[in-house]
């Protein structure tokens, strides 16, 4: 046995972040009990057969949780904390890029593994650090899945020429939609209309009165789970659907979103990388896993965070030490295949940026209070159904 | 009355002496303190104190509640950021860029705003930060939401990048060391008399020649330069800025209250406020944050309940009282 | 046709700001407390609405009055636990007694109901009308309705009942109005309470048609602020006027200029407005 | 009732903080009476008046309105008892109306039908005041204030009422009038205890009179025998003690 | 000729036989009298609430070296008036001219700098600074450095008897005593004119001879004074000229003994007690 190997997450437990922080702190936990006792039923993943790191003898794995309270001079310090008190031997997460920034410069001064599995800013993986990694898919990748899916999409019968995006002002919600125009404009398609917003906004009935006003044929929303609720209620208050609906991510994958806006937002297509409607599937059995354990769905950044997690442990098993060093060498020896992974990735394998190569992204859409996998049509579940129902 | 006739050669002594090892007590624990974590905490007690005496300048002499001071601690935080980005200059190189902007801001919305009367400043400041965070966000040049960071990687010393706190803690000091000497001076002169008689009754002390308007002016750029310092500071350490931690309403939030805690319009409260902010932020943090509960807060937001409630004049009041009493026991 | 229902939508949501303005004021107005943790108060009163409907089904005729009960009943604690001690203080110690309580409230609340998001159905009070082209959300229409029934009732209260001006009169100084024969800490307590039930009814009205979360109030309260501000600290019928005002402000802007500017034309507006009235839009000079 | 004294101060104290405010005071106030409260500037006139309404918290000493303690209790429970003052400075809700301030000073009325006319009789009393009904107290005159704070203070119809100064800030055709009309009331049946500085004038209205120095009575006596005391004369009328005889 | 006003009512004199130095008008303020040129003057000054004229076209000229006396019903416009010389209101029309200077529409510190001081009516002071420091802001504006303003403010503290309480803070003060920590502080400020609202206002009789011995002493270092009085010895001991108003108007002025006599002002101001009290 011996004593625990300790590694660190950080995450948004109170602010505006906290809703998102919790279900992910639940999956983190969720994470650790699996690693710490064997789960027959997981066997194709690393760690799960065995019970805590067989490559340390046994050890058992200890999560120090961190709450970084959505500011980055918070996680810098939390991150000094985990590194300087707790002696953990890797940091994971950290959620808002901006805060991984600041966070992942203290472990890279202290020469200490940082991995994040969610944090999407591109600019993340071009600093020169070496201690870093990251496990989820970034801009080009998405903005390519959206790209491809719009090129191929159909609005009665016409292609598609007309995309409204929306997105929340902040950093998230604009790299992403810089991306996407970017992409979509180098394969000629346009965007009629973009609308940035204010995040958390009382009323965001202006933003739709302008979408029913330009009537495009695609409106892409990039919003947080409180805008993505408003959204929800505020266009069945002005009756307004577009053909296809587009929700990205963040607040439309979150289960808050199903749970309470769900029902009048059928048919809304999402951009994902876990697809849990596959019975049999580790994403399957994850899902339902953290289902009895939470009574929620386990969302898409939830997902990315407990895979970014994942990695990192199995990276220190098979570093077989927990120095450092060790440690960021297996990192960069991280070889997985999709079989081994709990979220649609094709794989986790690190470029010499620290960006994993394999990443890739899905499109789901909204039945009922599921999110099934409808494209691309090799990897679905289910055929797409357009137009966007909404409440009906 | 007593008091007055109360010898003070001896009490004079006794306070020189108890500067004397405060002051060495302050120079001395981060040494003695192995931990970094904590010594870190240090440094940020020292920024926060630097902040917080810098809005003690108008918000405590002055009398005029300013809500809206990130708004200089965003020019310095930016200035010194952009001037990264856009030349690879050293961060803190750009602190002169920053606080001349925000003289010069202080000097435009200053005088407009000056004007208005105590909850209508406190607003109004309030407004012209949030304007200014709305504009950045808006600003793909200024950072956007996306915000601005400084070098990834050390390049010289002069970035002001170090691994231990240490160096900081200790310039941030000396900064403070600084603001608080310049106040001390100004609180005995000429200007500490007209803010408080600004903050008492402005209209009697229009009517004994105090030009009011232009002291508080004064005042506002003295602490609008030192917020912008600060900013700089930050952004040396934390090497990164976005609007919502540049320009946020909570940080001119939390610098009032900083000072209130410990005492707003004395030398010192400022500095004792920090002195238990911060650390009671951290701890908390440390010791319930990964729960998840928001236990943090609850115990953070409960002790600022209490000390509000049992020492509404900060903690200045209960040093008085204690002093008072100490006084009186021996007369 | 756009336009109009822009202009609508504008006027709805800015009887809301109104709404959840009023009790803001009053607690400003009467007591020159500036109580930060307003919003969270809005919070509290939309959890009490979402636990009344959600465990003890209780509709929102039932909900709205509990709420406000509820809410009166906190107010009146929190002044008699905390605000009767730090009105001793400076203003400052308002803002530091007040933002610890916001901070307690808000994170007690996370605590016993975590973070997540929650909301009640959209159609509680019935489905979305159309008239004359008009789409009109009935939980709006009645957080509208209310907002102008609270300010006339707060402002009659206050100028044209004996009730009104003892409380006014302990809030401008406290040792005369004892001198006069008024109690004044129960007094305070009812001005408090009175603020807090507008606030509950407004948050119970709100959460027909809003999500809640322990943080709701954040994004709430710097509107009210300026709402209160703009109007004149302590003038309800300055609130009504000021909320109306800056909803179609903000919901003309957000569609002609765009969403992301139009705090920023809000702001600028509330600036110039205190130029010209340093006292607000209906605040004495 | 009849035999005890309405108001009677017994060996007050009243500190602040560290400073003593009035150090040993004693008087009495009968039923009917007209008593004045003598001293010259920061003798502790005021202290004694806030000390006997509870403004003020006495140290030590006792406060008997009609035999029964009164001291320590707050404001509001001594103005339920029938006593009233007109503060020094005034003491008004600057951001209300004279109106208001004067129904503001009916609180304690039992009786809610009795406002009416007791607005009446005091715009009657202070014509002034009518004319200026509606005008927010902030913006009178020093004088018009002072008018108001006297016609607030009786319009709880006190027993007992208690004056700071009532001439302060009066023309004097004003005060004339005034006292005048005080000298009435007190024919109907009310009580007046008045610290006044103008001595003159308060020992013509009195019967009786205290004097007060640094905090301790003095002297006391008839308000014509103190108004003959070379003391007095001496110390507060500024007349030599052979003028005074004259 | 203002300086023969006292004595040209030596019966009113008399009657005040028994106190000092009343009487004695003509202060050494007289030597002042040099040009004509009044030092502080107002004309057709009009300061209106919504229809009701407070003051309503009143003019007054003041010369230096004088004390006026300005009386009136209470509510006649006297502060009001006073306010706009001091700079602190500005008159809806009319203009005010201080040494030569169109003050019409200067800042209160303009008007202090210039060498104007006054007190307030209803008392002003910093309540949390202590005396002394309160006077000392007064010196401030003539000595800049704290050293010299604080011996400065010694001076005035001493000369006008503030001195048992000079530690104090003067929130603990009462109304009489703030009066005279306002003259202090204005007088800290080395004015050539004063201006006093009621600041002798709540004296005994013998304070308030004390107190007119201290505004003479006030006038003997050359400085001119205009105070608002009710208390009618100040104003006959005091004044060189006295000046009534009444309704915002100026009704009547001339030598204090005269004027008190004038049935007008017997009216419109001070009843009938003065006029029945025969004099001794
Ligand atoms: N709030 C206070 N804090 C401290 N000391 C006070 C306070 N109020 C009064 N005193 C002191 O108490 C003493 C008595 O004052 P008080 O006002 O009762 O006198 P007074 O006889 O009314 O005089 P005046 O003629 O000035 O009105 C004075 O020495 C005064 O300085
Ligand atoms: N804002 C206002 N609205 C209406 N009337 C006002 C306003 N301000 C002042 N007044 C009135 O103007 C008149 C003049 O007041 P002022 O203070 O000049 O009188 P005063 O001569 O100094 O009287 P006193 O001797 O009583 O001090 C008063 O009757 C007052 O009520
Ligand atoms: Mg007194
Ligand atoms: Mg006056």
Known sequence: ?392 | MSAATIPTAPRAAGRWVLGVAALAALLAWPLLVEDEFIQRIGALVMLSALSASAWNLVGGYAGQISIGHVLFFGCGAYASLLGFTWFEWAPILGAPFGIATSLLLALIVGSPTLRLKGHYFSMATIALAELARIVVVNTPALGGAVGVSGPAMPRSVLDLSFISPLPYYYIFGSVLAVLLLFTWWMSRGRMGFYLRAIRGQERAARSLGVPAQRYKLFALLVSAAFTSLTGSLYAAMLGFVDPDSGLGILLSVKMVIAAALGGAGTLFGPLVGSAILVPLEEMTNAAFGGGGTGITYVVYGAIIVLISRFAPGGLAEIWTWLRARGTRRGG | MILAQVVLNGFLVGAVYALFSSGLTLIWGMMNVVNFAHGDFVMIAMYVAFVAFTMLHLGPAIFVPLAAIMLFLLGVLVYYALVRHVMRGPMLAQILGTFGLALVLRYATLWVFSANFVSLPENLLGEVQTFAGLRLEPSRVAAGLAALGLTIGLHLLLTHTALGSRLLAVAEDRSAAMLVGIRPDPMQALAWGLGAACTGVAGALIALFFYITPTVGESLALIAFVVVCLGGFGSVPGALVAGLAIGIIESLSAFWIGPAFKDLVVFILFLAVLWFRPQGLLGKA | MNAGPLLAVRHLEVRYGDLVGVADVSLEVRQGEVVALLGSNGAGKTTVLNAIMGLVRPAAGEVLWAGAPIGGLPAFAVVGRGLALAPEGWRLFVNQTVEQNLRLGATPLRDRRREAELLERVFAFLPRLKERRRQSAGTLSGGERQMLAVGRALMSAPRLLLLDEPSLGLAPAIVEMMYEKLAALRGEGMTLLIAEQSVELALEIADRGYVIQTGRSVLEGPAAELARSPEVQRAYLGIGGEEGAA | MWCTAPSSSSSAVSRQAGWPRSGLGCGPGGHAVADDAPLLEARDIVVAFGSFRAVDGASLAIRKGEIIGLIGPNGAGKSTFFNCLAGERQPASGSIMLRGRDVTRASPEDHALLGLARSWQVPAVFDDMSVHENVMVGAFLRHPHAAEAAAAADQVIDFTGLRPVARARSGSLGTPARKRLEIARALATEPEILLLDEALAGLTPTEVRAAIDLVRQIHARGITLVIVEHVMEVILSLAHRAVVFNQGKVIAQGAPRDVVQDPGVIEAYLGRSLSRKPPA
């Open chain 1, 1 to 392: 046995q011996g004593a625990p190997v300790k590694v660190g997450t950080l995450l948004p437990l109170t602010g505006v972040a906290a809703s998102a922080g919790g279900s992910a702190k639940a999956a983190i936990e969720l994470a650790v009990e699996l690693i710490n006792t064997p789960q027959p039923d997981l066997a194709s993943m690393p760690l799960m057969a065995t019970s805590g790191f067989p490559g340390l003898g046994g050890r058992p794995l200890q999560v120090v949780i961190a709450d970084q309270q959505g500011s980055p001079s918070v996680a810098q310090n939390q991150a000094l904390r985990l590194i300087t008190q707790e002696r953990v031997v890797a940091i994971t997460n950290g959620y808002q890029s901006g805060l991984v920034q600041t966070a992942s410069a203290i472990a890279e001064r202290h020469g200490i593994p940082y991995v994040t599995g969610e944090a999407v800013a591109t600019n993340l993986t071009e600093r020169g650090f070496r201690w870093f990694f990251r496990t989820t898919p970034i801009g080009p990748d998405i903005a390519a899945i959206y790209v491809e899916f719009l090129q191929s999409a159909r609005v009665n019968g016409r292609p598609v020429t007309k995309v409204a995006i929306v997105n929340e002002n902040t950093e998230y919600g604009t790299s992403i939609a810089e991306v996407i125009r970017r992409t979509a404009e180098a394969r000629g398609i346009g965007i009629a209309l973009q609308i940035p917003y204010a995040a958390n906004s009382a009323d965001v009935s202006a933003q739709v009165l302008q979408l029913k006003d330009a009537q495009p044929d695609v409106a892409i929303f990039i919003s947080y789970t409180s805008d993505a609720i408003l959204y929800a209620r505020t266009m069945r208050a002005q009756g307004y659907r577009p053909p296809i609906l587009i929700g990205d991510n963040s607040g439309f994958s979150d289960d808050n979103f199903v749970q309470t806006a769900g029902d009048i937002a059928q048919g809304i297509i999402n951009r994902s990388a876990f697809d849990p409607s596959r019975p049999g599937s580790n994403s399957f059995k994850v899902n339902a896993l953290y289902k009895a354990r939470t009574g929620r769905e386990m969302d898409d950044t939830t997902a990315r965070i407990m895979q970014g997690f994942l990695v990192t442990c199995d990276a220190i098993n098979r570093a077989g030490a927990t120095e450092p060093a060790a440690i960021q060498k297996a990192l960069r020896e991280t070889n997985l295949d999709a079989g081994q992974l709990m979220i649609g990735y094709r794989g986790v394998k690190f470029d010499e940026k620290g960006q994993n190569s394999m990443a890739s992204v899905l499109l789901v859409q909204l039945r009922g209070r599921e999110y099934i996998s409808v494209w691309p049509e090799a990897t679905a579940t289910a055929p797409l159904q357009l137009p966007y129902k909404g409440w009906e």
